[in-house]
């Protein structure tokens, strides 16, 4: 069982409003991400980062932002919700290292839904 | 341009049989594959993995193969069970951004009692 824990499972707001979606893992993982999914199609990266205070951009264009301020905690934020943002955001991390045969397989919280009315 | 893509979007198999989840990929630099499982609900979950040096891995119940020849990767099940009625996604490293990991859009697996 993984330890990667997001909040809330489910939200439900109205536009406009600024939004944190929590994701913190206890195993140590230097590297986190942020996948976006929607209903039955593939997962799109929006986010990565490789240790504290680092943040990169996905290959998935997004208005959100993220944090690193500790190893075990990689909140995305949303400024101003709209309801294209509708969508299940999925987090995840993984232990990695650096050159080649050192990719390593992601651990997935439960993901947040999200609906922007 | 790179994508991770699967040949069916759906399959539904008899519960016993074997199931076979296919996957293409474009990238011929790439050389970590991986294949997920998410059920309704949750996040994916890892199956199974396999580097480029291999051309074909077993688990418990679960094979994966790899022809690099003709960039497919393929997921085998053996004895379906209705537990394993999910979502199943190949995911694959590219060699050029070790942090980054492309997913495919998933073969959803209905498993008929």
């Known amino acids: 069982e993984a330890d990667i824990y997001q909040t809330p499972r489910y939200l439900v707001i109205g536009t406009g409003k600024k939004i944190t979606l929590e994701c913190s893992q206890t195993?140590?993982?230097?590297?986190m991400y942020w996948y976006q999914q929607d209903p039955g199609m593939e997962l799109h990266l929006i986010h990565y980062s490789y240790g504290v205070n680092s943040t990169e951009k996905g290959d998935l264009s997004s208005e959100s932002t993220v944090s690193r301020i500790r190893t075990e905690h990689f909140p995305l934020t949303l400024e101003s919700a709209r309801p294209s943002h509708t969508s299940q955001y999925l987090c995840?991390?993984?232990?990695?290292?650096?050159?080649?045969?050192?990719?390593?397989?992601?651990?997935f919280g439960s993901g947040t839904q999200l609906s922007v009315l | 341009g790179e994508s991770v893509g699967l040949h069916l979007p759906t399959l539904s198999v008899q519960e016993g049989d074997n199931s076979i989840i296919n996957c293409a990929y474009s990238n011929s630099a790439s050389d970590y594959f991986i294949w997920y499982k998410q059920e309704s609900g949750k996040g994916p979950q890892f199956i199974i993995d396999i580097r480029s040096n291999m051309d074909k891995r077993q688990g418990q119940r679960v094979t994966v193969l790899l022809n690099k020849t003709v960039k497919h990767l393929s997921l085998q099940i053996a004895a379906t069970q209705p537990g394993d009625s999910a979502v199943y996604f190949c995911?694959?490293?590219?060699?050029?951004?070790?942090?980054?990991?492309?997913f495919g859009p998933g073969t959803s697996l209905s498993v008929i009692p």
């Open positions: 995840a991390s993984s232990r990695g290292g650096w050159g080649p045969a050192t990719n390593e397989k992601l651990f």
């Open positions: 195993m140590g993982h230097d590297k």
């Open positions: 995911a694959e490293n590219m060699e050029t951004s070790y942090d980054k990991v492309i």
